[in-house]
């Protein structure tokens, strides 16, 4: 997909929602939901050969592929409770936006703690 179609996916969701939102506003929500989500869906796939080169390239050092496989996770985390927040904003529910953005910064922190405890340790380290 290139990202022409890409775009012109997005203006023809965004134009759906807006001509939606005149009759039958409740239904405005689901076409903005559905055209995030195959936007995203179209981006997983078009940025999927870009991670598994990233992948493969973190293999020839001895720790970078658990450092590699954690960078792409917090990544994925990031762009998911975006759009969840973005959704949830659009929807004029900017409480349970701002609950998502927390949960994902929550989910980041859990994710990295062994990585700022093998910081630590190194510290010790260098401090003995």
């Given at each position: 997909?290139?990202?022409?179609?890409?775009?012109?996916?997005?203006?023809?969701g965004?134009v759906?929602?807006?001509?939606?939102?005149?009759?039958?506003?409740?239904?405005?929500?689901y076409?903005?939901?559905?055209?995030?989500?195959?936007?995203?869906?179209?981006?997983?796939?078009?940025?999927?050969?870009?991670?598994?080169?990233?992948?493969?390239?973190?293999?020839?050092?001895?720790?970078?592929?658990?450092?590699?496989?954690?960078?792409?996770?917090?990544?994925?985390?990031?762009?998911?409770?975006?759009?969840?927040?973005?959704?949830?904003?659009?929807?004029?529910?900017?409480?349970i936006?701002a609950?998502?953005?927390?949960?994902?910064?929550?989910?980041?922190?859990?994710?990295?703690?062994?990585?700022?405890?093998?910081?630590?340790?190194?510290?010790?380290?260098?401090?003995?």
């Amino acid at each position: 997909m290139n990202i022409i179609a890409f775009i012109g996916a997005g203006v023809i969701g965004a134009v759906l929602s807006v001509v939606l939102k005149q009759y039958r506003p409740e239904f405005s929500v689901y076409i903005s939901l559905a055209t995030g989500m195959i936007m995203l869906g179209a981006l997983v796939v078009l940025i999927s050969p870009v991670i598994e080169s990233a992948l493969q390239l973190s293999e020839f050092s001895e720790n970078g592929f658990k450092y590699s496989e954690l960078l792409l996770k917090c990544l994925a985390i990031c762009y998911i409770t975006q759009l969840a927040s973005e959704s949830c904003r659009d929807a004029g529910e900017g409480s349970i936006a701002a609950k998502i953005d927390l949960a994902g910064k929550c989910a980041i922190l859990l994710l990295s703690m062994p990585l700022f405890n093998e910081l630590v340790d190194i510290i010790k380290g260098l401090m003995a």
